[in-house]
């Protein structure tokens, strides 16, 4: 684990997830079937939305890192909501390979030559993020501390 540390540093484990989050809102607004970006569908916003609390999350992970602060609860509560998310990306997984392996089934129809590559590309992109998004957390809790809340007044000091 320390030689996959030092080689996706905290800075640039939080880079990727931020490039793997921007790439796979964009695309998500991508149909496959008929490449075309559909903008007027709720559905393909659902993703983007939720990239938020991710979006926040690396943001308060590279200010604490980089600020030397403790874990506070409101990071944690962030984390928290993340796990749930990560139920999403789970779906969005799923979801992205049961349209790959359809392909089979649309050999009769027109498909457009991007389906496969662009279908490839989003799943593994897709199972990439919550990887990084696990590994974020066991660095934030190398970097930033776990969460201790018992004692947390004792670490305090307000005078500084």
């Given at each position: 684990m320390n030689l996959l540390d030092?080689?996706?540093?905290?800075?640039?484990?939080?880079?990727?997830i931020f490039i793997v989050l921007v790439i796979l809102a964009v695309s998500n607004f991508y149909g496959l079937y008929?490449?075309?970006f559909y903008f007027f569908k709720l559905?393909?916003?659902?993703?983007?939305?939720?990239?938020?609390?991710h979006f926040l999350y690396l943001y308060v992970?590279?200010?604490?890192i980089t600020e030397g602060e403790l874990p506070d609860p409101k990071m944690r509560n962030l984390e928290y909501v993340l796990y749930a998310i990560m139920i999403v990306y789970a779906f969005k997984i799923y979801d992205t390979a049961d349209i790959l392996t359809s392909y089979s089934e649309l050999q009769s129809y027109v498909v457009p030559s991007t389906f496969k590559p662009i279908g490839i590309t989003t799943l593994v992109?897709?199972?990439?993020?919550?990887?990084?998004?696990?590994f974020s957390f066991w660095q934030r809790k190398r970097h930033v501390g776990s969460y201790n809340f018992e004692n947390y007044n004792d670490n305090l000091n307000i005078w500084m």
């Open positions: 030092n080689i996706l540093t905290w800075r640039r484990t939080n880079i990727l008929t490449n075309k559905d393909n916003y659902i993703f983007p939305l939720l990239s938020i609390v992970l590279w200010f604490k992109l897709y199972c990439l993020l919550p990887l990084l998004t696990l």
